[in-house]
């Protein structure tokens, strides 16, 4: 009996413990369930409401870049850069407690870290010596005038290998002698520098900013009189920029009431959205992009791409809603590459934004558009807004949820 | 104290773990399970009709003596054709069925509850397809997913009218859920990909009545009758379809010319056709009228005086009620098994071994199915 048992025991626990397997290829739509997939592809015009623009984000002193560019041969953007002062006497040794005085400045050595997004070949830098009561109230046309040969303290060639159509970032310097800069003592060891970018056709260029990963640095390379030893040694110390911008003429003013990105200092547009509860909230966004199609040419240096971004918000306080940060994902499909001077429509991949919308309620049903990085360049989108009846659209791909996806 | 532990056991089966999968499951209402214990089925259901320890005529109920407890176990073992596509190896296990009836008292009264498959929604389906999105054509693969079913709870009284009739009524609740989840992946990695999950319940109810005459020591009759109200679909509480459920009108015949030889046959017809316009606008399915008829042979066992071991053959066929076109499907079914007592004959192990053709609608699909009951006389 008790062996019996066992045998009906391990029968009943063979089958009870028999692994499933039930997944099969369907053989639609004969034999699959009626119409529980069905996805929906439209452009929608109407759901950007109450968009609105904004400027004064990152001033052009405090962007990560400082653009220049020229033009038609004419200076149409420059950098200006005003350093810390150097000192007047230096630690001849490390172990020194006192200071030793400068006897002589050798020379300097001025160094720039370039991003170059273009493909024109021959192009220079060239550094100007400005006066050095340069501040953020400074204008165009005040220093206009010292961007002249008179003033040209060194040339910069650009080697023709650094960069073509992508980001890339180099260091050039160029050694100059004390004369660069009659002033210096006078100065009390401030020195100042304009940059423009020459060459024989229209381009532009990136200097990485004291905001940057790689700010301009002056060195200066000195004779001190060493206490220790009455020896004269050989020191060198550097600065970093006290304030640095890119100055250009102002752009030309927008026609009509658009909306704006980018530019210095940065323009940002608030879009808000308005969709039907059956898209937004009982569907699965597979893939949305925000279509914009500029009101007239973009701006921005000749030649130059930038990148144009839709970010989610953290919460809707109108110009000052803070962004919710972008994902890995949001880098790559919420940005995009506008060209400058073209009116090509632009698309953005906002899917990851408006994604989540579904799920959080309490997520803002907004973007904020803006250039980045922001301030560090002319680039600047301008488009029809919704008060003009031409607000950016959305063009939308999403499928409708079982049960209106409770 | 014992039996209710017992009933306990049986009864916490969840409802939803119900009957077999099958290709036709994905149609109309479902897969319509069969109430019907692991004895009727190695009979080919031609005990059912007279079987208590099956849900298809309340009448037998009556003959419920002392506290019966029983419970099956179903693994079965699946391959099938379907236009193109075809799959083998699928393998599902399940709890179809379970029940505990007993007397009242002395009284000619007998009560039993328990439940039993009604329909079976449980399938998972991969499927391949392009669909045009941004004016380029985009692969996409697709999962959809459902498992679960709708049960039958099912209370029965019995009553025996002297010793050659037995009535019984029936009440039905049929109710279930099934959890639905669908998959879409895209070929272009721009479309992130949909993952969907819901939760289906069914609602219905019912009520049955049966008689079973004892005509002579080796002929019975039985007759019963099944109405049900409409079933209720609703999707995370959202009603999404209403499905006419069948009148089932059910007779059978058990003739035992001697002892150890019993022949039975049973008869079912089902009004599946009153769900024509509800699974047509759902599904774009045909709904038929069914017919089933099973019949089977048993030899001896320990009842009968003439071997410990009975054995049990039979043959069914049954119309499926749902087809994607105007060709009805049917059903096959070979079936033996047997049965063994233990411990002290206060216990029945019933083993049960099926071969289940299917055909028609555009499907053809091949089980084997091994199904294990156990009842227990506490």
Known sequence: MGRRFVWLSLLLAALAGCSERLTAPGECPEFCPPTLIDIVDTVITGAIVRDSSYRGYVQARGASALQIARQADTILSRAVLRYFRFPDSLRAATADAELSAVVSVDSFRVRFTVERMTDVDGLELALYRLPIDMDSTTTLAEVAPFFDDSTLIATIPIPDTLTTDSITADTVAVMVLPAAFPTFAADTGVVAIGVAVRGAADAFMDLTSAQGAMSPVVTRFVTVDSLATGTEVERSDARQPLFDTFLFPPPPPPVGDVLLAGGAPSARSLLRIDLPAAIVDSSEMVRSTLIIVPSEATLGAPGDTFLLRAEALSADFGPKSPLLGSTIEGLVLGTTEVVAGTMDTIRIDVTHIMRPWRTDASLPRSFMIRVVPEGAGLGEVRVGSTREGSGPALHLTYVPLVGGGN | ?378
Do not use: C, K
């Not at chain 2, 019907?36 to 005990?47: K, M, S, T």
């Not at chain 2, 003959?63 to 693994?75: E, I, M, Q, S």
């Not at chain 2, 047997?338 to 055909?359: D, G, Y």
């Open chain 2, 1 to 378: 104290m014992r039996g209710l532990a017992v009933l306990a056991v049986a009864l916490s089966v969840p409802a939803t773990a119900a009957a077999q999968n099958s290709v036709y499951s994905v149609l109309g209402a479902g897969l319509p399970g069969r109430p019907i214990g692991v004895h009727a089925r190695a009979l080919g259901g031609g005990i059912a009709a007279f079987d208590a320890a099956s849900a298809v005529n309340p009448a037998a109920v009556a003959a419920f003596g002392r506290l019966n407890v029983g419970a099956n176990l179903t693994g079965a073992f699946r391959s099938y054709e379907a236009g193109e596509s075809s799959a083998d190896g699928l393998r599902q296990t399940r709890f179809p069925f379970a029940y505990v009836g007993s007397r009242i008292g002395r009284t000619p009264l007998s009560l039993a509850v328990g439940y039993a498959p009604y329909l079976d929604r449980t399938f998972d389906i991969t499927s391949s397809d392009t669909v045009v999105l941004r004016g380029e054509p985009v692969a996409v693969e697709d999962r959809l997913a459902s498992d679960g079913s709708s049960a039958d709870l099912r209370g029965a009284l019995g009553l025996r009218l002297g010793s050659r009739l037995q009535i019984g009524g029936a009440v039905h609740i049929i109710s279930g859920s099934t959890r639905m989840e669908i998959n879409r992946r895209f070929s272009d990695s721009t479309f992130l990909t949909v993952q969907d999950s819901s939760q289906a319940t069914f609602t219905a109810a019912g009520f049955s009545a049966g008689a079973i005459v004892t005509v002579s020591s080796r002929l019975r009759l039985a007759a019963s009758f099944r109405s049900d109200t409409d079933i209720e679909e609703t999707v995370d509480s959202v009603p999404v379809a209403d499905v006419d459920l069948p009148v089932t009108l059910t007779g059978g015949i058990l003739l035992a010319p001697h002892p150890a030889l019993r022949w039975s046959a049973t008869v079912s017809w089902r009004s599946w056709s009153d769900a024509s316009a509800s699974v047509g606008q759902n599904g774009g399915n045909t709904a038929f009228d069914t017919w089933e008829v099973g019949s089977g042979l048993e030899f001896g066992g320990s009842d009968a005086g003439a071997s410990r071991f009975p054995l049990r053959v039979g043959v069914r066929y049954a119309q499926l009620p749902f087809s994607p076109t105007d060709d009805r499907p049917e059903e096959w079914v070979v079936a033996a098994g047997s049965a063994i007592q233990f411990a002290s004959n206060r216990a029945l192990l019933e083993a049960t071994l099926e071969r289940i053709f299917r055909n028609g609608g555009g499907a053809r699909e091949r089980v084997w199915q091994i199904s294990v009951g156990l009842r227990l006389v506490p």
